[in-house]
């Protein structure tokens, strides 16, 4: 089963102009990568797959050198948020997707090779961040996702699978709600 753990980040002045950095590739390629498909899809009335999306990459980063400095995997991480975000909308779950703003939330996805470390998280391109843990993790780090806030606030939220299986939900009959409340003594029932 998955949990995700938050926890507070503090990047010093150096780290916090890497991850400004990352935010901005980030926040660029889902940009570019959606007004493409847009384009590609008036021509041709098809859409680009993740696997097309990261194809143009390594070109996009020889045109524009300032994208390199960006780990590969959070780009990757982008495409994969992109595709999944139109297989939502085409599947009626969510609505199409739309361009991202600088203003807000900002957000970045390390799929593997964080390591985390006595009161720090080892981030690609960025080193090791200082961070707030109040508690042990149990199983494997899957994915860490990095923010930052309209506050300025970072934070790492840490995606980890224990090995242990899903819970299924039930189809079958009726669900039950039971109400544990107070009686009029303030006792409980």
């Known amino acids: 089963m998955r949990n995700v753990v938050k926890v507070r980040i503090y990047p010093t002045t150096e780290q916090q102009v890497a991850l400004s950095k990352a935010f901005g590739c980030a926040r660029w390629w889902w940009n570019h990568a ?4 847009n384009e590609i899809y008036k021509a041709t009335g098809k859409g680009l797959s993740r696997q097309e999306y990261n194809n143009r990459l390594p070109g996009l980063k020889k045109e524009f050198p300032w994208l390199a400095e960006c780990y590969s995997q959070v780009l990757q991480s982008v495409s994969l948020n992109l595709s999944r975000a139109f297989i939502n909308f085409f599947e009626g779950r969510t609505k199409y997707p739309n ?3 600088k203003h807000g939330k900002q957000s970045i996805q390390y799929p593997q090779h964080v390591k985390l470390l006595d009161g720090v ?12 843990f109040h508690r042990a993790f149990d199983g494997k780090l899957k994915t860490v996702t990095v923010s930052m806030g309209k506050t300025g606030k970072y934070y790492a ?16 009959g009726k669900a ?7 009686t009029p003594d303030r006792n409980y029932i």
């Open 99 to 101: 361009f991202k703003g």
């Open 121 to 132: 998280i080892k981030l690609p391109k960025i080193g090791e961040v200082k961070a707030k």
């Open 157 to 172: 939220s840490l995606l980890f699978d224990d090995g242990l299986p899903e819970l299924e939900t039930s189809n079958q």
């Open 34 to 37: 959606l007004n493409l498909n």
């Open 176 to 182: 039950i709600g039971i109400d544990v409340g107070l």
